[in-house]
């Protein structure tokens, strides 16, 4: 276990180290390898680390992608990864937790590309497909490799024939024991069909574009990266535009991200979140709700002027 490797961005969910920390993996079983300018992760520099391992005498075994990014919504090119796992035989799992649900929409289902190449795929209901939590599913290409992991023959699961074999969820999964949750997203896909999730998750990304165009046409706000893959949009205010923005101390500039995010949560306005890109601090709009509206965009945006003044003064203070 020492010697082996899974590669992945610096964008990827905490929950790869944390799954490989509870295999009982090493920490430097993880090999991160950098993000490009658009923090996807992408095949030539994937093939560079699986290559120096091999050559340094290590495993390389699996490749963890992401489709929708936590931090920026940003989409891994999962057909370049898929090419250098079937090359050097390669496990590849893509993280869709978030982003999978844009397969239901004919129009966005391109930004997710390549998903069917995977052998393993996350998905989280209570994401896009607007579930209350707890939800979550992972979609295997071959059956067998669930049962060639998890099956085991108690001895008082018995059955004479074959087919009369019931479906023991307990040989696909570490559950043993399983409550209804399907059950809510059941109702809801007979209800609204996959297009019309396939239209809600459509409405999120037009929203996104929406943010990061009132971004673009505004001095004092600035988006990263200015075209959102999906629905994330991280962007930031600039206190008195960009041109004077350039000659203010950074560290100054990313306080007041911080202390801008907790005015307009207090204000009760609306709610962002912050994060890092590139070691700076940017506010960070998660779009998945299906009643949020353009209007909502220009009030938060607004409110955010608003309360700039108090954040600048605070951020003076560190």
């Not at 409550?179 to 297009?195: D, N, T, Y």
Request: net charge negative; with cysteine; hydrophobic share 40%.
């Amino acid at each position: 276990m020492e010697k082996a490797r899974v590669y992945a961005s610096d964008q990827a969910h905490f929950s790869i180290a944390r799954a490989l920390a509870v295999l009982g993996f090493p920490s430097e079983a993880l090999h991160v390898v950098p993000a490009d300018e658009s923090f996807r992760l992408r095949g030539p520099a994937t093939a560079a680390a699986v290559a120096a391992d091999r050559a340094a005498g290590l495993v390389p075994f699996a490749i963890a992608a992401v489709a929708g990014s936590t931090n920026t919504g940003s989409v891994d090119l999962v057909g370049e990864l898929a090419e250098i796992a079937q090359r050097e035989r390669l496990w590849l799992h893509v993280d869709a937790a978030y982003g999978g649900a844009a397969l239901l929409s004919r129009r966005d289902a391109p930004r997710v590309a390549d998903l069917e190449r995977a052998d393993s795929i996350t998905i989280d209901p209570h994401k896009w497909f607007f579930q209350s939590y707890d939800i979550g599913g992972l979609l295997v290409k071959r059956r067998a490799d669930l049962l060639d992991t998890f099956r085991l023959a108690p001895e008082y699961y018995r059955s004479t024939r074959p087919e009369d074999q019931p479906l023991h969820w307990y040989q696909y999964s570490l559950e043993g024991t399983r409550r209804f949750r399907a059950l809510k997203l059941w109702l809801s896909w007979k209800h609204l069909g996959s297009e019309g999730f396939g239209r809600l998750v459509e409405a999120n990304d037009d929203l996104a574009a929406y943010l990061a165009r009132r971004c673009r046409e505004s001095d004092d706000f600035e988006a990263l990266p200015e075209e959102p893959e999906l629905s994330v949009v991280c962007f930031r205010h600039l206190p008195g535009g960009r041109r004077l923005a350039a000659d203010l101390d950074p560290e100054r500039i990313d306080r007041y991200q911080d202390r801008l995010q907790r005015a307009l949560e207090v204000s009760g306005e609306g709610w962002l979140s912050t994060t890092k890109l590139r070691g700076r601090t940017y506010l960070r709009a998660g779009i998945v709700n299906y009643l949020s509206t353009e209007e909502d965009v220009d009030r938060v945006l607004s409110a955010l002027r608003s309360l700039s003044p108090q954040a600048w003064t605070g951020a003076e203070r560190g």
